[in-house]
């Protein structure tokens, strides 16, 4: 049985299971997964792909928004002709699992840094196989035990729930979870997903936590001072319960809008990242808050 790393570019094309061809952008994709409606992806037989045989197992790699890993499934009997092509049956299981907690592009890269030119045999590349098989089979399981002392439900666990799959597809904490992830945070749910949910997330001492803050304008002081309250308190009850002097806690407030360059201030001056969805499933932060984040959160 083979293993291989699949670029999702032109050459390749995802089905639904009405037959109906799913436009391979991230929304898109994500949403099919999570809602079961994947059913395969057919690639051209091109460059390595020309030794894929039926039964090797197959993950789709997107590089929108630095996704990463988002597809897997088992190759069926390659079909020869002018463009031959190979299909790929979706483990829907597994692919719900990788819509709902990608494993980051830039993981991916730094042991196949030649995937740009298509797809990689990883029986050749045992280090990223390793890399791969960990996060889709062990990574929860180590998620579970970094956030042990918090008492929370892992990302993984919550995201890829199918009573709450709005957590994955969530307008503001989504992206925020795939950025920590990809630095290699675990990242546990605090609240149910009826309200807005709060993150503890944790990379060795360093433990984030972040409070989802909706905004009815820029300046709407009543809420923020609401949830920058909240958010202090959570921290500070955190710190008494766990004890640990060697935890440094960050608090994050993850605005659904930018807010007003005073409230900015405010949160800056407090020592609060302070953030906002960018269209595109992507995330801003003040500037303060990005060099924070460069200095400790961004750097492994």
Known sequence: MGYWLVPINRYVRFVSN??????????????????????????????????????DTVWGYLPELDVGLIAMGLAQRPRAGKKATVAVKIDRKRTRMLAADPLAAST?????????????????????????????????????????????????????????????????????????????FAVGVVTPIAKEPRFIARRMRDVVVLQVCRLSSSKDRA???????????????????TGDPNFRFTPWLACSSRPDAEIIAFLEDLGIL??????????????????????HLGVR
Request: hydrophobic share 40%.
């Open 108 to 184: 991916i890269r730094r042991w196949v840094p030649d995937l740009r030119h298509g797809s990689v045999d990883l029986e050749l590349r045992p280090r990223a196989f390793s890399v791969i098989d960990s996060w889709v089979n062990e990574r929860n399981e180590r998620d579970l035990e970094a956030l042990e002392p918090f008492s929370v439900k892992t990302w993984r666990d919550a995201a890829g729930s199918t009573r709450s799959l709005s957590l994955a597809t969530h307008d503001i904490v989504a992206p925020i979870a795939r950025l920590l992830r990809a630095q290699e």
């Open 18 to 55: 009405s037959g109906r061809t799913i436009v391979p952008k991230f929304s898109d994709l994500r949403e099919a997964a999570l809602s079961g409606r994947l059913d395969r992806f057919v690639c051209e037989v091109r460059g390595a792909l020309v030794d894929i045989r039926s039964g």
């Open 274 to 295: 302070a953030s906002w969805p960018l269209r595109g499933g992507l995330v801003d932060l003040t500037e303060r808050s990005k060099q924070y984040w460069y200095q």
């Open 223 to 241: 809420e923020i001072s609401a949830a920058v309250g909240s958010l202090l308190e959570t921290r500070w009850r955190l710190e008494r319960e």
